[in-house]
């Protein structure tokens, strides 16, 4: 089930440090990919993975992630805070909304291969059948 996984956290030297590693998410990450230089509010996303596990993290600004399970359930996640990160399963829809200058870092549990994406809509639903 998607979930927030609170971070470890430390203060020092006037900032904040955030760290992933071990146990801290329920996947060993075989990939990292960041988003970066948004320009204007927009929509990403449009799809899910067949097989692939994430973490996405909101590294600076905002974003709402929207996701749907192939039984229909849904949520939605508000995340600014870089200490928080959501993990979410394989077949999940996943839209987001992300504000201008949103910086986002996820973490995959496989490697990028286009044929693990199901882009369609109706095929993603065509999923639970
Ligand atoms: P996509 O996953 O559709 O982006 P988003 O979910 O943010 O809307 O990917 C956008 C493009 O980048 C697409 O052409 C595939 C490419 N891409 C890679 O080459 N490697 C990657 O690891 C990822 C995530 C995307």
Redesign the pocket.
């Known amino acids: 089930m998607p979930r927030i996984i609170e971070l470890p956290e430390t203060e020092a030297k006037g900032g904040r440090l955030s760290f992933i590693e071990g146990e801290n998410i329920p996947f060993g990450v075989k990939?990292v990919?960041w988003?970066y230089d948004i320009q204007e509010e927009t929509e990403?996303?449009?799809?899910a993975h067949l097989n692939a596990e994430q973490v996405l993290v909101c590294l600076q600004g905002h974003v709402q992630v929207y996701l749907e399970n192939t039984k229909g359930d849904k949520y939605s996640f508000s995340l600014s805070d870089p200490s928080k990160a959501l993990y979410f399963p394989k077949q999940h829809w996943?839209k987001?909304s992300c504000d201008t200058g949103t910086i986002l870092m996820?973490l995959a549990s496989n490697e990028?291969n286009?044929e693990g994406?199901v882009r369609d809509y109706d095929d993603f639903k065509a999923l639970e059948l």
């Open positions: 990939r990919f988003i990403r996303g449009g799809h996943l987001m996820v990028y286009e994406y």
